[in-house]
Nanobody
Framework: QVQLVESGGGLVQAGGSLRLSCVASRTIFSVNTMGWYRQAPGKQRELVAIFTHGSNTNYAASVKGRFTISRDNGKNTMYLQMNSLKPEDTAVYFC????????WGQGTQVTVSS
């Protein structure tokens, strides 16, 4: 079993920044696929940013240039730096990591006010 715990969400005004963290209970050194997703009320969960093949990154078009995904293998932690936040970024943000299967965190709420 692997536990993923997200933190760093909150309420921020449009144009502001937040940094989300996702701490894993096992080493992420050998995890090639891990990323951030979000789900807004009434909408399906969508990919925000992801590591593939270890260090390759991909971003949703809606966040490219504003969000940055990073990881610190020594701390078993993945981050999502979110800048220039918009009201449409409001959602519950989840992290996911692929070990023997995909594991998910419980989510952290991000609310961006206009």
């Amino acid at each position: 079993q692997v536990q993923l715990v997200e933190s760093g969400g909150g309420l921020v005004q449009a144009g502001g920044s937040l940094r989300l963290s996702c701490v894993a209970s096992r080493t992420i050194f050998s995890v090639n696929t891990m990323g951030w997703y979000r789900q807004a009320p009434g909408k399906q969960r969508e990919l925000v940013a992801i590591f593939t093949h270890g260090s390759n990154t991909n971003y949703a078009a809606s966040v490219k240039g504003r969000f940055t995904i990073s990881r610190d293998n020594g701390k078993n932690t993945m981050y999502l730096q979110m800048n220039s936040l918009k009201p449409e970024d409001t959602a519950v943000y989840f992290c996911s990591a692929r070990y023997d299967r995909d594991y998910w965190g419980q989510g952290t709420q991000v609310t961006v006010s206009s």
